[in-house]
């Protein structure tokens, strides 16, 4: 028999195989992360924002970023099962859609841009290249009001649909969206866009933790009664009243 | 209500999550301990100058209120759990006046230090500070929100949730304890 729940696997398997693209694209191919010095010596970060790969990868990211909202929709669509107001669902959908543009597209675009015309002045690239940073690590507010509003749906959930510690956990992720706050102020150091409090810090709980939201996911979206489905209206035998959910939020 | 006060003894006090969350985050908070030292080493006369600039009456002042505020507040735990609730509002009604009394205290400490053109960026000593007691300062007004929602819970219940109680007072003792490292760190250490 096939799995009623097929849309979510695969908005699930969208996931591990985006954040692969993103790792190779970031590290190996263009060398974008891990950040570079905002001292950065001008001849180094003039070969860095022209270099070819950053062009290549910078188009390539913009592509495959259109997988992310797909992954998303596994936040809230396990969201939506939880006992809590659908504020949270809509903070979390509008925060991630904000915090990627800025996050995400904004660097793109600032590194593409460096690396797409060769003969731009050094002191134009250097703005892109703090732009693109500064965009990339300190863009704050609307991650860290996104991981506020998975973290407090987690813990008010009455119908336990994810670990009560994974919402705490989830807690410290906006903490380290705070964490980041000094980049905007530091140009060396532990609190610089590439120091050790403001980004390895931040990292060494960032990763597992994203490691750990997909498992417990996975472990969610398995253990869903497929009565409940959203889609359970699909697979239903009897096509002779109107099973279909009204639109709700 | 002894029947309640058992049950309760058996296990951990509070939720098991929230002791997931108060061990993690005194890891966090150790990390940022770890590399203030660090840092601290590199540059030993930068910080002892750049510390003798903090307040450290208000720094003490604000070390008893939050010591205060703790010991109502375990005191009334105590007193929720032997099912005496009239005190037990009282007794965190007080915990919760000392709480709120810390981040008051604070804002008579920022703001001159930020007038007087000492900010996060003056130097590295001022960055760990402001980050650090930042940090914290959230955890406090973050646990004026809960020990808030525990006087409701013991106002209004029928039957007092006590391990809510005690959940509590578990992450109002913590941010107490990190304002012990803090204020040892950051305004005594020489």
């Keep these: 028999m096939k799995s009623k729940k097929r849309d979510q696997w695969i908005a699930f398997w969208m996931v591990p195989a985006f954040f692969n693209v993103f790792g190779l694209v970031f590290v190996p191919l263009s060398w974008m992360m891990p950040p570079r010095s905002p001292n950065a010596p001008e001849p180094q970060m003039i070969s860095f924002m022209q270099s070819h790969n950053l062009l290549i990868a910078c188009a390539l990211l913009t592509l495959v970023y259109g997988f992310a909202p797909v992954g998303n929709s596994i936040y809230l669509i396990q969201i939506k099962r939880m006992s809590v107001s659908p504020v949270f669902r809509y903070t979390l959908m509008v925060g991630s859609i904000t915090g990627a543009i800025v996050g995400m597209l904004f660097p793109m675009f600032c590194f593409g841009l460096g690396a797409f015309r060769s003969g731009y002045r050094p002191s134009i690239l250097l703005m892109l290249y703090d732009f693109g940073y500064l965009a990339f690590i300190g863009s704050l507010g609307c991650f860290c009001i996104m991981w506020m509003a998975f973290a407090l749906a987690i813990i008010l959930d009455q119908n336990n649909v994810l670990p009560k510690w994974l919402g705490y956990y989830t807690l410290w992720q906006y903490v380290t969206e705070l964490m980041a706050a000094p980049v905007w102020i530091s140009k060396s150091g532990p609190f610089a866009w590439n120091g050790l409090m403001t980004f390895w810090f931040a990292m060494a709980l960032y990763v597992p933790w994203q490691i750990i939201v997909y498992v417990c996911i996975y472990r969610s979206i398995k253990n869903q009664p497929d009565d409940e489905l959203e889609s359970a209206w699909l697979h239903q035998t009897s096509p002779a009243t109107d099973v279909r959910p009204k639109a709700t939020a | ?190």
């Design chain 2, 1 to 190: 209500m002894t029947a309640v006060a058992t049950t309760a003894r058996r296990s951990i006090p509070g939720a098991p999550s929230m002791w997931f969350f108060v061990i993690g985050d005194l890891i966090i908070f150790g990390c940022y301990f770890v590399a203030y030292m660090y840092y601290r080493g590199q540059d030993h006369t930068l910080f002892l100058h750049s510390q003798a600039r903090l307040n450290l009456d208000i720094g003490a002042i604000n070390t008893i209120v939050l010591i205060t505020s703790s010991l109502f507040v375990a005191l009334g735990t105590a007193a929720a759990r032997a099912g005496t609730v009239t005190d037990a509002v009282r007794l965190f009604g007080i915990g919760l006046g000392f709480g709120a009394a810390f981040p008051l205290l604070k804002l008579f400490e920022y703001v001159p230090e930020i007038v007087g053109g000492v900010t996060p960026g003056t130097n590295l000593f001022f960055m760990f500070y402001f980050v650090m007691t930042g940090m914290h300062l959230c955890h406090v007004l973050l646990g004026l929100v809960v020990i808030s929602f525990v006087i409701r819970n013991l106002r209004t219940a029928p039957t007092p949730n006590i391990s809510l109680a005690e959940t509590g007072a578990t992450y109002w003792h913590m941010v107490d304890l990190l304002w012990l490292v803090l204020f040892a760190l950051l305004y005594l250490m020489r």
